[in-house]
């Protein structure tokens, strides 16, 4: 057998042990013949997941891209692909010969690229500007999460999670498309405005991959540990009543793309039924989701790597934090000393008397807290009818705590409800950006204005 035949015969043993990997099938079933779609049943969404399968092996520094993946029929497309690319000098027919031509190149190209090394350094430096790289069309950003939703098995082994509670915690990755045509503060526009513009900016879910516990937490340590000592930067971001799984997904990569977050952005996912009627069935999912938050936040501190973890807990979201916050108050000093950096708390939807009995925690577990109140906070405002009681994140009154942070964005809060500022407001990312990367005292902050309540408190204002 050849050489050649032998590295062909490696790529092939490579791409059906990793397909074998992916489909919970025994390599000698998977032939180079099979079409990948119709005999293997693999859909765009399946392929794009076997190319990060392919891609997390590292075979010789093998890389698939979503074009060259989606462009393979069968598995001796995709075996055709990662032969080319294990061997990028050399080119090779199906039969795993190559051209005598070919051959030579290959036995000369050492030598021609010691020669073009030489030449390089003794020739004149160039003076003229380097060409600039134009930026790609599109983008992916990965978001990790948590969720204490139920797994929803699927027939082409797609991870989906149900409204459903699970006493376990599952652990993963989201992988988003982030069009070129993406503004900041926005998940994507209506079907009306992509039809007049000829545009699609919406943000999509590419593949969702669970993790096991331990394989989860030490990716995310890698990848703190490969950034700058600036860059260590982890956000948990912790979403509101009438959210599913992969609404989630989709506004925790808006907010840290927007946010330039380069560490860790993640997310804890709880039951939330999604629907406009399932208000009573939200708020007692977020009850019973208490310990599993709280255990997601504590680990995030202790076992991401991060030099920084942040939060952002948005409306129902804060009832959640709040009694997580008291639960690990104690246990999370004594193990890392004050586990986290910044906490922001947007659109709380909590009676404000009890958040009032509670808040002291928040100084016990992070540097600093701002609460984001808004007068305009239509869904905040249903909450106040509904329960007849004060609200945290609605004004008036204006809720002032010690050690919090109390800022007005009434001003600047031009989303349809009034609920979504935390991350359609661009006066507001740009606060929490700052926030988040200088940890300054909001009278050092630019945009900021102080204000004084009618009882002589403290707060301030975004805006005019």
Not at 228 to 257: K, L
Not at 365 to 372: C, Q, S
Request: charge should be positive.
């Amino acid at each position: 057998m050849t050489f050649m035949k032998t590295t062909r015969l490696a790529a092939k043993t490579f791409i059906i042990s990793s397909l074998a990997s992916y489909l919970e099938l025994k390599s000698g079933e998977i032939l180079e013949s099979d079409d990948l779609r119709d005999k293997l049943g693999l859909s765009y969404s399946a392929l794009i997941e076997l190319r990060a399968v392919i891609n997390e092996r590292h075979w010789r520094g093998v890389q698939f891209t979503r074009a060259e993946i989606l462009s393979c029929k069968t598995v001796g497309n995709v075996v055709d692909i990662a032969y080319k690319k294990a061997n990028p000098h050399i080119v090779a027919t199906p039969g795993g010969r190559t051209h005598e031509r070919t051959r030579e190149r290959n036995r000369l190209w050492p030598k021609w690229k010691s020669l073009a090394k030489r030449i390089r350094k003794s020739a004149p430096k160039k003076t003229s500007h380097r060409r600039i790289k134009k930026p790609r069309d599109q983008c992916e950003y990965v978001v990790w999460y948590g969720t204490n939703r139920r797994r929803k098995e699927t027939a082409n082994g797609v991870v989906k999670y149900t409204a459903a509670r699970d006493p376990r915690t599952h652990y993963g990755t989201c992988n988003v498309y982030i069009p070129k045509s993406h503004k900041i503060g926005s998940i994507g526009s209506p079907w009306w405005k992509r039809l007049m513009n000829f545009t699609d900016d919406r943000l999509k879910i590419l593949s969702v991959t669970e993790l096991e516990s331990n394989v989860f937490w030490k990716r995310i340590f890698d990848v703190s540990s490969k950034k700058g000592p600036y860059e260590r930067h982890a956000v948990i971001f912790v979403h509101g009543y009438n959210v599913s799984f992969r609404d989630a997904a989709v506004r925790a990569v808006q907010i840290g793309f927007d946010l330039s977050i380069r560490g860790a952005m993640a997310f804890f996912s709880w039951p939330s039924k999604a629907r406009f009627l399932g208000y009573a069935a939200d708020a007692a999912s977020i009850e019973a989701s208490e310990r599993q938050i709280a255990d997601f936040m504590t680990d995030f501190a202790s076992k991401s790597g991060a030099d920084h973890v942040h939060i952002i807990a948005h409306s129902m979201g804060n009832r959640g934090v709040l009694r997580a916050v008291n639960r690990i108050a104690a246990a999370a000093q004594r193990r890392t000393g004050v586990p986290f950096d910044q906490i922001v708390l947007a659109a709380a939807d909590i009676d404000t008397d009890t958040f009032t009995n509670l808040a002291a925690a928040y100084s016990q577990v992070a540097r600093r807290t701002t609460l984001y109140v808004s007068r305009s906070d239509l869904a905040v405002e249903m909450s106040r009818w509904l329960h007849e009681f004060t609200r945290v994140g609605l004004t008036p009154p204006i809720c002032i705590v010690p050690d919090i942070d109390t800022i007005n964005v009434t001003n600047v809060d031009l989303t349809r409800l009034g609920h979504g500022y935390v991350g359609e407001a661009r006066d507001v990312l740009k606060d929490m950006h700052d926030l988040f990367l200088h940890g300054t005292a909001p009278e050092h902050r630019f945009g900021l204005r102080s204000m004084v309540s009618d009882q002589g408190k403290r707060y301030w204002s975004i805006g005019a």
